[in-house]
C-alpha cells in the first residue's frame, strides 16, 4: 500500500492588530492560493487574538506557546505586515520576539507580503522585514510582494480590484511551496512530480 503524500503547512502571520486593516486581505489572496492546493495546511496567526508579552516580561503565555507551535510545526512561513513610520508594524516584531531565540523561524522557508497606503509601497517595511527574519535565521525567499496604494486595491466586500496585484500575491504562495517541495519536503516534492508525470 503506498503512503499517503505528506502535508504541507504554512504558518500564515499577519502582522497587525489594527481592526479593519487592508492588509488581512492581501494575505487572504496568498491563503486563498495555498488552500486550492491538494495536501496544504494553513494556520493563521493574528496577533490580536495571542495576547504575546513584550520581552522581559515574566511568566508563562498561552498565547507564546500556540504561536511558536504552529512556527515550529510548519513548513514555511507567509508573513505580511503594513509599512508603519517607514518600517514594519510594531505587532510584527512582537510575534518574531516571542518566537524565541534561537527562533522557531530558524532555517524556515519564508515568503513576504507588504502593504501601504503610499504610492511606493511597503518598500521600507519589507527591507527592515527581511533583516531581521534573516538575523534570526529564517531562509527569506526573494520577490516580495509589494502592494502600494492598498486602500483602491480591495472593494467594500474585501475584492481584489487590480489584477497584477492578485496575481504577483497568489505567484508568491505558489513559489513558497515550490520551495518546500523542492528544499524543505523531497518527498513531497516527487510525490507532486510523479503525480503531474
Known amino acids: 500500500m503506498q503512503d499517503e503524500a505528506r502535508e504541507i503547512r504554512v504558518a500564515a502571520i499577519l502582522g497587525t492588530t489594527r481592526p479593519g486593516n487592508l492588509t488581512s486581505r492581501v494575505l487572504a489572496l496568498a ?10 495546511r494553513v494556520t493563521r496567526i493574528d496577533p490580536a487574538e495571542l495576547d504575546l508579552p513584550f520581552p522581559g516580561q515574566p511568566g508563562e503565555s498561552p498565547g507564546r506557546e500556540r504561536l511558536k507551535a504552529a512556527v515550529r510545526e510548519a513548513d514555511g512561513v507567509l508573513f505580511a505586515t503594513p509599512e508603519y513610520h517607514g518600517s514594519y508594524a510594531a505587532a510584527m516584531k512582537l510575534v518574531i520576539e516571542n518566537l524565541g531565540y534561537p527562533s522557531e523561524l530558524a ?18 517595511a519589507l527591507e527592515h522585514l527581511r533583516s531581521v527574519l534573516s538575523h534570526v535565521g529564517a531562509i527569506v525567499l526573494p520577490g516580495p510582494v509589494s502592494v502600494a496604494g492598498v486602500g483602491r486595491v480591495f472593494d467594500a466586500e474585501g475584492r481584489c480590484l487590480d489584477e497584477a ?12 511551496l515550490d520551495y518546500i517541495e523542492r528544499s524543505t519536503c523531497p518527498a513531497a516534492g516527487l510525490e507532486a512530480f510523479a503525480r503531474r508525470g
Not at 496585484?165 to 513558497?176: D, I, P, Q, S
Request: charged share 25%.
Open 107 to 124: 532555517g524556515k522557508p519564508a515568503a513576504l507580503i507588504g502593504a501601504a497606503s503610499g504610492a511606493i509601497g511597503a518598500v521600507k
Open 165 to 176: 496585484v492578485e496575481k504577483r500575491t497568489r505567484r508568491l504562495a505558489v513559489n513558497l
Open 31 to 40: 491563503v486563498d492560493e495555498l488552500l486550492q492546493r491538494p495536501g496544504v
